[in-house]
């Protein structure tokens, strides 16, 4: 993996799954991280080749719950990000789905209450030495690039102190989200504070918080990538010079959530945010959204429904070609 002047989507729980990631890559993003998963549900899972959508499947035994799903076209930009608190669990979790994935990074950001009390997220911010297990524990085992992601520290010495450490312990890069823990959404990322982490490292960091058009990916002096989560969430086009109207963004993606069978939970909740920023889930589609109860009822592309209301064989065709196109 190569972290130069990279445009990345970011790690967004129910957002971050397989359309959403070829969606952003297919609009420019570089590299597409999935959503943070647990390590303990992972070691749950089986692997499971998926013949027929051509994908390979993390599966939580004994239910059809898919919990990770990839494919071969994006073997090569996908990041595996991981809530962990122990070295030999996230381990065990990692080795599962290495060979499918280009890098693997540890979420040591998330101040959800949930990680916290877990000892993941922004509690591993506090246990220098744990950190240093983790990584150390995956780099000696995997060959997989391996890298974290932290929040900014109460001062920009004490998160440079911490970066140097985290870097010391062998990440091939380090992804910044330029807010401290308390910090909420709409308080402004902190780019001088980023900076500060950049002027002291010597491997790649990747600067995340508030870009939200095309032309801020520039605006992040001297890191190396440039992360983004809402302004991809709620137009993945952000990735192309050229934005596309965030209503045909929309309609490409629930047509991906239909040909990857995405989780309708995942699809619902991306649409939501989107037509939730940009008009109003109090609206006929907002409301129709929260309705339905599968993907197919949400798909909103009028063109696709007549064309599956009327010729189902057609429709298939259709899925068939755009298959055998990215897949193989
Ligand atoms: C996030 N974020 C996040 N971070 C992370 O490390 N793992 C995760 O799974 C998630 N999940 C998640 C879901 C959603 C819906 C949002 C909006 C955010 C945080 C995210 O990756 C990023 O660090 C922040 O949102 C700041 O970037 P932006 O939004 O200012 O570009």
């Given at each position: 993996m190569e ?17 959403f ?20 549900k ?126 010391k ?14 910090d ?9 504070e ?9 491997i ?50 629930v ?74």
């Open positions: 972290y130069k002047n990279k445009h990345v989507l970011a790690p967004m729980v129910r957002v971050g799954t397989l359309p990631r070829l969606l952003a890559a297919q609009y420019g993003a570089d590299i597409t991280y999935g959503e943070e998963i647990i390590d303990h992972m070691i749950k899972c089986d692997r499971h080749i998926n013949e027929y959508l051509g994908t390979t499947d993390f599966v939580e035994r004994g239910t059809q719950n898919v919990v990770f799903r990839t494919c071969p076209e994006e073997r090569n930009r996908v990041v595996f990000q991981m809530g962990t608190s122990n070295a030999v669990r996230a381990l065990t979790a990692a080795q599962l789905v290495s060979k499918d994935v280009a890098a693997i990074d540890i979420n040591m950001g998330c101040p959800k209450s949930f990680s916290i009390s877990g000892g993941m997220g922004a509690a591993l911010l506090s246990k220098p030495e744990l950190i240093h297990d983790i990584i150390t524990t995956l780099k000696r085992n995997l060959d997989n690039t391996i890298t974290c992601k932290i929040r900014l520290l109460k001062s920009s010495e004490v998160t440079v102190e911490l970066a140097r450490r985290i870097e312990a062998g990440v091939s890069a380090l992804a910044v989200h330029g807010r401290r823990v308390p909420r959404p709409r308080d402004p990322a902190k780019w001088d980023i900076a500060d982490v950049v002027a002291a490292l010597s790649p960091v990747i600067a995340n918080g508030d870009v939200f058009e095309y032309e801020d990916f520039e605006r992040i002096k001297g890191a190396t990538c440039v992360m983004v989560a809402r302004g991809a969430l709620w137009n993945a086009s952000i990735f192309s010079p050229s934005k596309s109207s965030w209503e045909d963004v929309k309609r490409e993606y047509r991906q959530c239909i040909l990857w069978d995405n989780d309708v939970k995942s699809t619902k909740h991306t649409l939501k945010e989107m037509i939730a920023h940009y008009s109003s889930l109090e609206l006929p589609e907002g409301k129709a959204v929260i309705k339905s109860a599968n993907t197919e009822n949400v798909a909103l592309d009028e063109s696709d429904q007549q064309l599956r209301i009327h010729s189902p064989p057609l429709y298939m065709a259709q899925i068939l070609l755009y298959h055998s196109s990215i897949c193989i």
